[in-house]
T-cell receptor
Framework: GEDVEQSLFLSVREGDSSVINCTYT??????LYWYKQEPGAGLQLLTY?????DMKQDQRLTVLLNKKDKHLSLRIADTQTGDSAIYFC????????????FGTGTQLKVEL | ETGVTQSPTHLIKTRGQQVTLRCSSQ?????VSWYQQALGQGPQFIFQ???????GRGNFPPRFSGLQFPNYSSELNVNALELDDSALYLC????????????FGPGTRLTVL
């Protein structure tokens, strides 16, 4: 079955690291994505990881994938106030079109 | 900026009416996917169009229909609007289908009264 879960809320201080977690259930996922959504806006692609990788680093972003536990995380180093937004993880499953299944989103609040 | 545009930005309709939302895909992309995002929720897949044909559909009733044109732009049509159709409608374009990254437009906010 398809189900992607995320914690609803995370609060961090500016300059700290943020870790946003996601669990998914479909082991046939090919790609896993992180998107950012600011209030009233569409989704901005942050990064993605192919299912045969364990880790991907892109500037301040580090994605870790534990395929055995079906666990994905996004670490944001040196979190800034501009990082305040809702973060969605999504999985892409082959078959039935390139459908993305999204989690409910984690609202990240960065405090001074 | 992803190069994906949507119109209109906002729309208010009443129950029972019909609505058409439009999406222009990013240059070089031949696939458009539509998602519905209710308030406080993650986006839900409605359907995808690849080279003018429907290429997958989510759990939405037949009153949600779509089209893709030869220039790969797309329309989402919703008939017999219900209050629960109030949502942000997002389209995403990609270069192809499986495994190709989807880039999202800014969305159309539909309110049904």
């Amino acid at each position: 079955g398809e189900d992607v879960e995320q914690s609803l809320f995370l609060s961090v201080r500016e300059g700290d690291s943020s870790v946003i977690n996601c669990t998914y259930t479909d082991s046939s996922s090919t790609y896993l994505y992180w998107y950012k959504q600011e209030p009233g806006a569409g989704l901005q692609l942050l990064t993605y990881i192919f299912s045969n990788m364990d880790m991907k680093q892109d500037q301040r972003l580090t994605v870790l994938l534990n395929k055995k536990d079906k666990h994905l995380s996004l670490r944001i180093a040196d979190t800034q106030t501009g990082d305040s937004a809702i973060y969605f993880c999504a999985e892409s499953i082959p078959g039935g079109g390139n459908k993305l299944t999204f989690g409910t989103g984690t609202q990240l609040k960065v405090e001074l | 900026e992803t190069g994906v545009t949507q119109s209109p930005t906002h729309l208010i309709k009443t129950r029972g009416q019909q609505v058409t939302l439009r999406c222009s895909s990013q240059s070089g992309h031949n696939t458009v996917s539509w998602y519905q995002q209710a308030l406080g929720q993650g986006p839900q897949f409605i359907f995808q169009y690849y080279r003018e044909e429907e290429n997958g559909r989510g759990n939405f009733p037949p009153r949600f229909s779509g089209l893709q044109f030869p220039n790969y732009s797309s329309e989402l049509n919703v008939n017999a609007l219900e209050l629960d159709d109030s949502a942000l409608y997002l389209c995403a374009s990609s270069r192809g289908t499986v495994g190709d990254t989807q880039y999202f437009g800014p969305g159309t906010r539909l309110t049904v009264l």
